[in-house]
């Protein structure tokens, strides 16, 4: 929760603050995120307007993940940027009695400002998300894992397989057969080949 007593409620007065907070459970996705109580560290710009309070900042945390390709441990400086507006309840009231036609899910997505307080996490954790890289890599031109046996490419460059195609596996079996057959009837014909060599000579 971030206090805005200090600051007022005078449109245009300005404050800036910088604060370290603990990452909150399940910042990122599946893939890549920031672990929870991991130090974000805010740089926070809070303006007074009429309505509530106009907050710009920009989170910098470290991200931890594994590679898509290769499956490889990964860890990354994220840097995130966000603005958003916190209304104070009066004010978004008086808003909702001249507008009276305002859409029911806008309403629903407005952030308010309680007791001179506004939490800031649901912000944060829309930039983060946003700012998160969908396919992360250890390395643009990471080579992945063989699809053959699971190796990782970049520890062995010249990593490859034979490549044998299927259509003739078959057919490399049955010359396999065929050798072997020929090779056992040579075997047995030699020393049926002596014993009539030996007939001749007596």
């Known amino acids: 929760m971030f206090d805005t007593r200090e ?3 005078r449109p245009g007065a300005l ?3 910088s604060r370290t907070v603990e990452a909150p459970r399940d910042l990122g996705n599946e893939v890549i995120g920031v672990p929870e109580g991991t130090p974000v560290a805010l740089d926070l710009r809070l303006e007074s307007v009429m309505d509530g309070v106009l907050v710009t900042g920009t989170a910098r945390a470290t991200v931890k993940g594994e590679c898509v390709r290769c ?6 400086e994220l840097v995130a940027d966000f603005q958003e507006m916190f209304a104070y309840p009066d004010a978004d009231a ?5 507008e009276s036609g305002d859409d029911a899910e806008d309403e629903e997505d407005t952030l308010f400002v309680e007791d001179d307080l506004f939490d800031l996490e649901p912000v944060l954790r829309d930039a983060v998300v946003l700012a998160l890289p969908l396919q992360p ?3 643009e031109d ?5 699809s053959d046996c699971g190796a990782r ?5 010249d990593h490859h397989h034979d490549a044998v195609d299927i259509r ?3 057919l490399q079996g049955l010359v396999g057969t065929n050798q072997d057959d020929e090779k056992d009837k040579l075997s047995g014909d030699a020393p049926r080949s002596a014993h009539v060599d030996e007939k001749q000579e007596k």
């Open 153 to 157: 490419l970049a520890d062995d460059p």
């Open 71 to 76: 499956l490889e441990p990964l860890e990354r």
């Open 142 to 146: 990471c080579p992945g894992l063989c």
């Open 168 to 170: 003739w596996a078959a």
């Open 7 to 9: 600051l007022g409620r």
């Open 137 to 139: 890599v250890c390395r």
């Open 94 to 98: 008086r808003t909702r009695t001249a």
């Open 15 to 17: 404050q800036r603050l």
